[in-house]
């Protein structure tokens, strides 16, 4: 009897002692590390991208040894991806996303969860627009973490020699360098009419330097239609460059059958076929050809136009969450940081919108330009294609794009595009 | 019991992802809303969905015809030539290349400018043989004392007498376009009895003067300069040199005018836009039948093969022509194998998908859209619609199962 008794308190006490033991264990684990768990993580980024944000996450679990982040490129097809992740009910923890209008449509759902955790980082490292932006009903949701400069105009500077020209700062200078340029033997511009977003981009610094920011976003809300007078002046703007059909390289034709590498090789190549490209910080590495940076081609923000203040039109990726953890958290945090930033950042290829990111970061001269406009712009708006419904502003073939390359087809037509676009649009953000 | 494979095959793969799509048809963008035939309604009254149906029907209408008409006549040559297998082999080969493949090979081969597409070389190679590019291509008139364009020729504005002197400036000539032998244009003196001039790039880095010869601008050797009556009819022609200086000896008393005829302004040929909007539909078309051809070649060639040959021989000794015997007995036997080949197409038609994506720049897929690209690019390009896209879904759906149910039916008929 008594004989089982202390058998039992012995199994107790041993019991207890293994569970202390183990209980200890576990605190040593947790003092050990601040946050363990697994992360997924679905993003645009491929490739080279892909390989650049892996160093950032690297950078994170060597800081976070718990946490185990597995990184799935999606490319383009993130909404799509995403989409069926959150109807399927089986979301990765985070996602780095293209376009805000998909993030502010998960944030209406509540698929994605609120990072105002985040805030008081942003406060300190981006400027208010960028907070603006991320925040939906109240909330922030998205952080832009991979910026992009859209206000540039690349040239080939064998081009501008050959015409005795230099980058202008005006719209009037743009347009009378143009002729010049024209007269030296080199059309003036190359338009990537093949794609038609690059034709929204023109329209946005166009219209963002006529018409000023409020209009911007109250167009980009479409609380403002489309066949609002402050629309045309832009069209009719931006016809003084379409409508110069002799200095397009390849004439209206040949323009709306190039795409993105075509536009820029003709800039890029020697001799050149064309002096500028009104396009976004990403030519360069969109160039097949050959050319150097600063003595081969070189880049200008988009001028002013009648005294516009300096504006920069951009984009961005995303970041956000699906699943509230610790881990996420914790990489959202650190991703806000300027270190982590500075880490792609020194890769190449990456603008980010963190202030802190010291401009020697930049491995070269031209993106350390408008990396540091981006982050730096007084005025910066998103991209109001990427804003709008993609119906209308975000597929190819279709709504503001085909207008607009319509438009480059007939720049005489002012009001019909401004009314085709305004039904186009009132058809898309109805839905 | 034996069957239940099958048949849990079947509900997985065709029976759940019909029905799924019809259910999801009926509902909106965001799947919340039950909508009724709303998007079916959208799908017969935007732009984008009646053009691809509208291309849908030319590709119906053209090309199960076209294909099938080809593929006879293909099949009754080559068994009467002699190098009848290695054609046959060549017209099969791109059968073996997937379609989105062979897109993009006609998409290289479209391309406009001839330096780059093969077609628009071939064309080109041929048009600058009956007319060759002028050798100042770009040129363009500068200053204000010109008048005409390039495309008509360019005249000096006031008539010259003569012992004056006629300047012709020019511009727009890309510094690597400027012809060898060229050295700073030269001020024309005047002769008496003579009329004198220039033609010259008004051109030096920012841009210069215009109509004002300048340093650094050179002139613009081996261009032919007419010298006009008052009627415009040309009386002489001359050609200058490397300082870009001409002179007409022995002028008549009078008044003339200088010009440079259009020739040398010829632009060389810019190619046919092949991908351009409006040939856009003929062009995807010419390369799927090249893919196609094959095909129904082979099809109607086995079909060939097996009609009895004395019932040809019977038709030409009762003294029949060949063209009679292939229209009243080659083809009536041919028929069953005709319309399997014209279903068959007839079918792949109302589906084809990948080759407009490949062949049709972004910039013209809204033109050249049919149904099977609408039902993507709603549900996956960027629109993200599955509604609408379930919607075209099921009216693609819709328009295939007559053909089907016409090639169920002549199956049993064969069986």
């Known amino acids: ?431 | 019991m034996f069957l239940a494979p099958a048949v849990i095959l079947l509900v997985v793969w065709i029976l759940y992802p019909l029905v799924y799509t019809v259910w999801r048809s009926f509902y909106d963008r965001s799947g919340a809303n039950f909508i009724w035939f709303d998007n079916y309604q959208t799908l017969f009254t935007t732009d984008t969905t009646r053009t691809a149906i509208r291309n849908n029907a030319v590709w119906v209408a053209v090309v199960p015809a076209l294909v099938t008409a080809i593929g006879l006549v293909f099949a009754v040559l080559t068994e009467r030539i002699r190098w009848g297998v290695a054609f046959k082999i060549a017209v099969f080969m791109p059968m073996a290349v997937s379609l989105f493949a062979a897109g993009v090979i006609w998409r290289i081969m479209y391309q406009q400018e001839p330096s780059r597409g093969a077609l628009n070389a071939v064309i080109a190679s041929v048009h600058d043989k009956v007319q060759p590019p002028g050798p100042l291509s770009d040129a363009l008139p500068s200053g204000t004392q010109l008048t005409g364009t390039p495309a008509t020729g360019i005249v000096l504005k006031t008539p010259v007498r003569p012992g004056s002197v006629a300047l012709l400036p020019l511009t727009g000539i890309p510094p690597d376009q400027v012809p060898a032998g060229s050295v700073q244009a030269k001020q024309p003196t005047p002769q008496a009895g003579a009329i004198t001039g220039a033609v010259w790039r008004d051109f030096k880095p920012g841009g210069g003067t215009p109509g004002k010869l300048e340093k650094e601008e050179v002139g613009l050797p081996d261009v032919t300069v007419e010298l006009r009556d008052s009627s415009g009819k040309a009386i002489a022609t001359t050609t200058t040199s490397g300082n870009g200086n001409f002179t007409f000896s022995d002028v008549k008393d009078g008044e003339y005018k200088t010009a440079i005829g259009s020739a040398t302004f010829r632009q060389p040929y810019g190619g046919v836009a092949w991908l351009g909007s409006k040939l856009i539909n003929p062009s995807i078309m010419i390369a799927y039948i090249w893919v196609w051809a094959g095909f129904a070649m082979v099809v109607v060639g086995a079909g060939l093969a097996a009609i009895p040959r004395d019932v040809l021989e019977a038709a030409r000794t009762d003294g029949s022509t060949e063209w009679q015997v292939f229209r009243r007995v080659t083809v009536p036997l041919l028929a069953p194998v005709l319309s399997v080949v014209f279903i068959t197409m007839l079918i792949n038609v109302l589906k084809v998908f990948d080759i407009v994506l490949s062949v049709a720049p972004p910039s013209v897929q809204a033109n050249a859209n049919v149904i099977a690209l609408a039902m993507w690019r709603t549900s996956f390009g960027g629109v993200n619609d599955f509604g609408l896209g379930s919607a075209i879904a099921v009216f693609l759906f819709l328009l295939v199962i007559p053909v089907l149910a016409l090639n169920i039916r002549r199956f049993r008929r064969e069986v």
Request: net charge positive; aromatic share 10%.
């Open chain 1, 1 to 431: 009897m008594s004989r089982l008794r202390i058998s039992l308190l012995v199994l107790g006490a041993a019991i207890a002692s293994l569970t202390a033991l183990a209980s200890t264990a576990g605190a040593t684990s947790h003092r050990k590390y601040a946050v363990s768990g697994n992360l997924s993580w679905v993003g645009i980024w491929s490739g080279a991208e892909q390989k650049h944000f892996q160093a950032v996450l690297d950078a994170f679990q060597k800081k976070n040894p718990g946490v185990k982040v597995k990184y799935t490129s999606a490319g383009d097809n993130v909404p799509t991806v995403l989409s069926t992740a959150v109807a399927g009910g089986n979301p990765p923890d985070l996602a780095s996303i293209g376009q805000p209008g998909l993030v502010k449509q998960f944030a209406a759902r509540k698929a994605i969860k609120p990072i105002d955790f985040v805030r008081p980082q942003m406060l300190k490292y981006y400027t208010p627009s960028w907070i603006t932006l991320g925040t939906s009903g109240g909330k922030l949701y998205g952080m832009v973490f991979k910026g992009a400069n859209k206000s540039t105009i690349w040239y080939s500077v064998a081009a501008f020699k050959n015409a005795g020209v230099k980058p202008p700062a005006t719209w009037t200078q743009l347009l009378a360098n143009a002729k010049t340029l024209r007269a030296s033997g080199t059309p003036a511009f190359s338009i990537d009419g093949g794609d038609g977003w690059p034709l929204t981009d023109i329209f946005e610094n166009v219209y963002i330097r006529t018409a000023g920011a409020s209009k911007y976003d109250l167009l980009a809300a479409h609380r403002l239609k489309w066949t609002d007078p402050s629309v045309k002046v832009a069209l009719k703007t931006m016809a003084q460059i379409f409508g110069d059909t002799g200095n397009i390289y390849g004439g209206t034709t040949g323009a709306l059958q190039a795409l993105l590498a075509d536009s820029v090789n003709a800039v890029f190549s020697t001799p050149p076929k064309a002096a500028m490209t009104i396009e976004g910080d990403f030519v360069p590495t969109a160039a097949t050809v050959k050319a150097k940076p600063l003595t081969g081609y070189n880049v200008f923000p988009f001028p002013s136009i009648l005294g516009s203040p300096p504006s920069v039109v951009g984009g961005g990726d995303t970041v956000v969450m699906f699943k509230d953890t610790p881990a996420a958290r914790a990489l959202i945090s650190y991703l806000a940081t300027p270190e982590a930033a500075t880490i792609w950042a020194k890769l190449g290829g990456f603008s980010s919108p963190n202030k802190g990111v010291p401009a020697s970061a930049y491995p070269d001269v031209l993106t350390r330009i408008t990396a540091t406009a981006l982050a730096k712009a007084k005025i910066f708006r998103f991209d109001m294609s990427d804003l709008a419904p993609a119906a209308f502003g975000g597929t190819a073939g279709q709504g503001e794009w085909k207008i607009l390359q319509d438009f480059l087809k007939n720049p005489k037509d002012i009001d019909g595009t401004a009314s085709k676009l305004e039904s186009a649009a009132a058809a898309a953000y109805k839905k």
